[in-house]
């Protein structure tokens, strides 16, 4: 058993982590992790409301599918006309 453990370890200690990158990365300027994009609105859904009924500083009471429904500000971006991004996990139990 410890034979095993200690060719894993001699394995791990000599591996060259060079090799995962391509040369030709860093003449196009890319760093370890510029190829990956952050997409800022993966944790939300676009909700269509009818109306704005109410608003006050912390939340909007909106119209949805024939429903008020009160949304926290702190979880709404872009608000529009008639859209908004909100957390997918809020409206998951609040709009049907």
């Known amino acids: ?10 394995a791990w200690e000599s591996y060259d982590q060079e090799q995962d990158y391509s040369p030709h ?18 944790y939300y859904d676009l909700v269509y409301f009818e109306e704005k009924v109410h608003e006050t500083d912390k939340a909007l009471l909106l119209t949805v599918h024939g429903n008020d429904v009160w949304i926290p500000k702190a979880l709404c971006k872009f608000l529009g006309a008639e859209t908004v991004w909100v957390q997918k996990q809020f409206i998951r139990g609040k709009i049907k």
Request: proline share 4%.
């Open 25 to 42: 990365r860093k003449a196009r300027g890319y760093s370890d992790r510029d190829d990956f994009i952050k997409d800022p609105l993966y």
């Open 1 to 10: 058993m410890s034979d095993c453990f200690d060719h894993e370890l001699d």
